[in-house]
């Protein structure tokens, strides 16, 4: 069962900030709120996660809210490389080990 | 970043026959690999889990007769898809896991039953 929910798809304009929303409201106190990206056919390649605290990394920043029932990616400058399906997945324990639950996705278009 | 490879990247075959699909970790040892399937314009559905020296822990309703999976050693988990019908037809991408915190992925094997 998915535990993410995310816009099925959204566009952006080149140069802008891309902010791509995620709903994750049944997630526990010690699951991780990752994201990755899928360029077509090919495997997702990995952007940020975060727990409870803001991220920022080189790709992206993520703004987890407080009560942790939603977090927001944000690509700062989007460019036309970014067009991609974005995950926003919640990584689960399990039986002695960790697993990606992922969601549905958003599709993102960055315009030219 | 590290790095996971799949082998072969795409691949068809006959109603009825096995393929074996390759996941290898290139720079790092991986004692759980992850094995998924993605139908087009859908997201990725997790199947199984596979630990190094130990039977893989299958997803509720995947069929772990027809997907077998072997994770003969820390760098290496193979899925074979047996007596492959044209509903198996998918892409099915690996990942590996290298810490608590890291997993990467592979690029996907495109499969295709005629």
């Known amino acids: 069962d998915a535990k993410t929910t995310q816009p099925p798809s959204m566009d952006c304009a080149e140069g802008r900030a891309a902010n791509l929303p995620c709903n994750h409201s049944?997630?526990?106190?010690?699951?991780?709120v990752y994201w990755y990206r899928q360029i077509h056919s090919q495997g997702p390649q990995y952007i940020i996660h975060?727990?409870?605290n803001n991220e920022t990394n080189e790709m992206a920043s993520l703004i987890i809210t407080e009560d942790r029932k939603s977090s927001t990616l944000i690509l700062p400058h989007a460019t036309l490389r970014d067009t991609a399906v974005y995950y926003c997945?919640?990584?689960?324990?399990?039986?002695?080990?960790?697993?990606?639950?992922f969601g549905t996705g958003t599709r993102l278009k960055v315009l030219a | 970043g590290a790095v996971v490879s799949q082998h072969p990247s795409w691949v068809i075959c006959k109603s009825g026959t096995s393929v074996k699909i390759e996941c290898r970790s290139l720079?790092?040892?991986?004692?759980?690999m992850f094995w998924y399937r993605q139908f087009p314009k859908q997201s990725l559905m997790l199947m199984a889990t596979?630990?190094?020296?130990?039977?893989?822990?299958?997803e509720q309703g995947v069929e772990k007769d027809k997907f077998l999976i072997n994770h003969a050693s820390l760098t290496l988990s193979t899925l074979t898809v047996t007596s492959a019908h044209p509903e198996d037809s998918s892409f099915y991408i690996c990942?590996?896991?290298?810490?608590?915190?890291?997993?990467?992925f592979g690029p996907g094997t495109r499969l295709t039953v005629t």
């Open positions: 049944t997630i526990s106190g010690n699951e991780y």
């Open positions: 975060g727990l409870k």
């Open positions: 720079d790092f040892q991986a004692t759980t």
């Open positions: 596979s630990n190094e020296g130990s039977k893989a822990t299958y």
């Open positions: 990942s590996a896991r290298m810490s608590s915190y890291e997993q990467y």
């Open positions: 997945i919640v990584r689960v324990a399990t039986s002695g080990t960790y697993k990606y639950i």
